[in-house]
């Protein structure tokens, strides 16, 4: 089957990224979009550059990636209020966001975003010495964290005047004169609070979202899958390089069956992406060593769900996204989360849900060793005679690892 070469816009992309980034453990809702919608405000009252908006407004949407990853232990207050945690999620972040297909400014704005104007960073930069724009993340950062979401708590409402104190504290240390009369200039107008409410967010940052156009192909997506495949298996101990191993069976089993190029970076990209949705699962269910009580058991199911929801956010990965969160899926529509069966399920869908359960039994979990090839392929084999697998891709998938 011919595929066309597969483009995306990045905008869309990096929005869906910075969602999953919302919704995990240890984080406050929407504040990654938030902060990228407040520093959008703030680089439009300063008459930035379009070019240069666009930056500023990606790099907020994924500020925190160091949160993600071996740092998901740590709640957003706890980073924020200890300097070797802001170090460090800054550095970890960077490491990340500098595997990925995107301009070099954005990865230094990421990884200056903590920088204080009066020079007590986590890496001591002073003033212009901080990035344009990492300089307007940290004001929409801290002000999205410690005065919308406070504000929400009290009885007084959102106002410029509120807003004017809050900002007079941090005036020539948090950030300059000039970034803070910008926000301020921003607070001004009623639609600024209106669209900062979490009924609004999505269709304001569609609405608003700059540089439309910037398009990114499949060789770039499978770079930014690598990087967010890296997050998705450093959160737990047990779970170090799953997605890599998925995604390498994937490889190897779709080139087998004779799919062209594109698609096999397609399959490759999904599995990737299949698990992202574990970043709502909490790490002591991830990692607990007896067995999951009923409750616990719903919750991990869910990340299948998440997966398909965060992915489909973005046009042009429909197809994607189906394969990445059916991967618990069964033939006999006794699978999760959807109970498809094999009138929706198609081959792609399977694909993945081979790769990923022969990973899963051959690799160490926190209740058992891994299995040798040979077990594991024996009880895929029990799985389609009850219906779950299908039996003719099993005997292709046997040849390939045994």
């Not at 066309?4 to 990096?14: A, M, P, S």
């Not at 995604?247 to 397609?266: R, W």
């Not at 990737?272 to 009580?293: A, N, R, S, T």
């Not at 299995?371 to 029990?382: F, Q, R």
Request: negative net charge; charged residues 30%; hydrophobic residues 40%.
């Amino acid at each position: 089957m011919k595929m066309k070469k597969l483009e995306i816009k990045l905008g869309q992309l990096l929005s869906s990224l910075s969602y999953a980034l919302d919704i995990a453990e240890n984080r406050y809702f929407d504040h990654s979009r938030r902060t990228a919608y407040i520093a959008y405000c703030i680089a439009d009252e300063l008459g930035l550059k379009e070019e240069d908006i666009i930056d500023v407004y990606y790099s907020a949407l994924i500020h925190d990636i160091g949160m993600a990853g071996q740092m998901a232990k740590y709640s957003v207050l706890e980073i924020h209020s200890d300097p070797e945690l802001k170090k460090e999620h800054c550095l970890y972040g960077y490491r990340i966001i500098d595997k990925l297909p995107i301009k070099r400014d954005i990865k230094e704005y990421i990884l200056y975003h903590h920088e204080e104007w009066q020079g007590t960073g986590p890496f001591g930069l002073r003033g212009d010495e901080i990035p344009l724009g990492s300089q307007i993340i940290i004001l929409a950062d801290y002000f999205e964290l410690f005065f919308v979401r406070e504000m929400k708590r009290g009885v007084e409402y959102y106002n410029t005047e509120s807003a004017r104190k809050w900002l007079k504290e941090y005036r020539g240390k948090l950030s300059s004169d000039i970034l803070c009369d910008a926000l301020l200039s921003a607070t001004e107008r009623e639609k600024f609070w209106l669209d900062l409410m979490s009924n609004n967010m999505n269709q304001v940052l569609r609405m608003i979202e700059p540089g439309k156009n910037i398009s990114i192909d499949i060789y770039g997506l499978h770079k930014i899958s690598e990087a967010f495949s890296m997050l998705i298996d450093a959160k737990s101990r047990f779970t170090y390089e799953h997605s890599k191993g998925i995604s390498n069976i994937t490889g190897k089993f779709a080139t087998y069956l004779g799919y062209d190029p594109i698609m096999v970076e397609k399959l490759i990209i999904a599995a990737d992406l299949h698990d992202i949705g574990k970043f709502v699962v909490p790490l002591d269910i991830l990692e607990k060593p007896g067995k999951l009580d009923s409750t616990e058991y719903s919750i991990i199911k869910s990340h299948a769900y998440y997966t398909k929801l965060i992915l489909k956010q973005v046009e042009g990965l429909e197809d994607i996204a189906e394969w990445a969160g059916n991967h618990h899926e069964k033939l006999n529509g006794k699978g999760y989360p959807e109970k498809l069966d094999e009138r929706v399920l198609t081959r792609e869908d399977q694909i993945i849900a081979f790769a990923d359960i022969y990973q899963a039994l051959t690799e160490d979990r926190p209740y058992r060793e891994g299995m040798a090839p040979k077990e594991a392929i024996d009880i895929m084999a029990g799985m389609v005679k009850k219906g779950e697998l299908c039996g003719s891709l099993l005997s292709d998938f046997k040849q390939l690892v045994l």
